[in-house]
């Protein structure tokens, strides 16, 4: 299995921003709906965003929403994750996640229905 690449992580200030990226080799992308999860020590992944095939639809944990953009280039294979307005709790380990049979109905939110993740990217951010 071919793992997704993420990178952008870093360590700022508490307000600060970071853009996140991961790349992608599957194809064709355009096919899959992809996510970015976050887990920090001790605690399970959680979601964080997820964007449709297209990119014409976006959804988000309540922890972010309004600070955080999902975004994808599908013509460079590539999914962002713009994150504003950091604060210390978003601290983290950011993967990116494959959904190779995305719902047609409803954006999936639930780690298990991903079928390929990345190593992740760390994400620090100081009080």
């Known amino acids: 299995q071919v793992q997704l690449v993420e990178s952008g992580g870093g360590l700022v200030q508490a307000g600060g921003s970071l853009r996140l990226s991961c790349a992608a080799s599957?194809?064709?992308?355009?096919?899959?709906?992809m996510g970015w999860f976050r887990q920090a020590p001790g605690k399970e992944r959680e979601f964080v965003a997820a964007?449709?095939?297209?990119?014409?639809?976006?959804a988000y944990t309540d922890s972010v929403k309004g600070r955080f953009t999902i975004s994808r280039d599908n013509a460079k294979n590539l999914v962002y994750l713009q994150m504003n307005s950091l604060k210390p709790e978003d601290t983290a380990v950011y993967s990116c996640?494959?959904?190779?049979?995305?719902?047609?109905?409803?954006?999936?939110?639930?780690?298990?229905?991903?079928?390929?993740w990345g190593q992740g990217t760390q994400v620090t951010v100081s009080g």
């Open positions: 599957r194809s064709p992308f355009n096919r899959y709906a």
């Open positions: 964007i449709t095939r297209s990119g014409t639809r976006t």
């Open positions: 996640a494959e959904d190779l049979v995305p719902s047609i109905l409803q954006i999936t939110t639930t780690v298990t229905d991903y079928d390929y």
